[in-house]
């Protein structure tokens, strides 16, 4: 934080910093940057949803799927 705090003194010219001015285009910023991640997960969770409708990139063995949904997940004892 130091270093761009300082980077950003040199730029102006002076060691008087708009404080203001720094937190408000941080926040805008980070928020920014959370909206991004956001969508990028959103964007993960839908293509992820659409291989597991369209059956894509899966190896399924749908004779032992069928046979668990049609006995359920319990072992004999």
């Known amino acids: ?8 003194r040199e730029l102006l010219g002076t060691n008087r910093l708009p404080l203001g001015d720094i937190l408000i285009l941080g926040a805008r910023t980070r928020a920014t940057e959370l ?7 959103a964007r993960r969770l839908n293509r992820l949803a659409d291989r597991i409708r369209n059956r ?9 799927a069928e046979e668990v949904r049609r006995t359920g997940w319990a072992r004999p004892s």
């Open 1 to 8: 934080m130091q270093e761009a705090l300082d980077e950003l």
């Open 35 to 41: 909206r991004d991640e956001q969508s990028d997960r």
């Open 56 to 64: 894509e990139g899966f190896d399924l063995d749908l004779a032992a």
